[in-house]
C-alpha cells in the first residue's frame, strides 16, 4: 500500500453516504487527494474544475447510472482510471450494452474490502516521485 501517493486525485461517486465517506477516509488516510460526489451529475460539476487520476464509481445511481458517468468521463479526461463498484444483478447488462459501444470498464462487487481497494489503486496509479519519475 502506498504511503504517499504525490497527490494523486480519487473521486468517489456513490450515492450511498457511508460508502462514498468510508472509501473518502481510507484514501485521504493513504494520502490521496479526495472528492466525494453522491450524483453523476455532481461529480460532472466536481471534474469540470477537478480533474481525478482516478474514479471509483457505483453502477447503479439515480438519474445518470456509473457505466453513462464513465463514458462522459472517459470522453473528457481519457488518462483516468474508472473502476465501477456494483452490488446489484443487473449491473452485468449495462456492461454489456457499454461493451457493444465500444466502452470496457473493469468491475468490482460491493462490499470492497479496504485492503483489496488499495492494492488495485496502487497499481493503477503508482507513486512519482520528485522528478517526475514512477516508482
Not at 10 to 24: C, G, K, Q, R, Y
Request: net charge negative; glycine share 8%.
Amino acid at each position: 500500500m502506498p504511503t504517499n501517493p504525490g497527490g494523486r486525485r480519487i473521486l468517489i461517486l456513490d450515492d450511498e453516504a457511508s460508502v462514498a465517506e468510508t472509501l473518502e477516509m481510507i484514501f485521504r488516510g493513504c494520502g490521496y487527494e479526495v472528492r466525494v460526489a453522491y450524483s453523476a451529475e455532481q461529480a460532472i460539476e466536481t471534474i469540470a474544475t477537478w480533474q481525478p487520476d482516478l474514479a471509483i464509481v457505483d453502477v447503479m445511481l439515480p438519474r445518470m447510472n456509473g457505466i453513462e458517468f464513465g463514458t462522459v468521463l472517459k470522453s473528457n479526461y481519457p488518462a483516468c482510471h474508472i473502476l465501477l463498484m456494483s452490488g446489484h444483478p443487473g449491473t452485468a447488462e449495462l456492461l454489456e450494452m457499454a461493451r457493444e459501444q465500444g466502452h470496457n470498464f473493469e468491475i468490482l462487487a460491493k462490499p470492497l474490502h479496504p485492503a483489496l481497494i488499495l492494492d488495485i489503486v496502487a497499481h493503477l496509479l503508482p507513486v512519482i516521485k520528485s522528478g517526475g519519475a514512477q516508482a
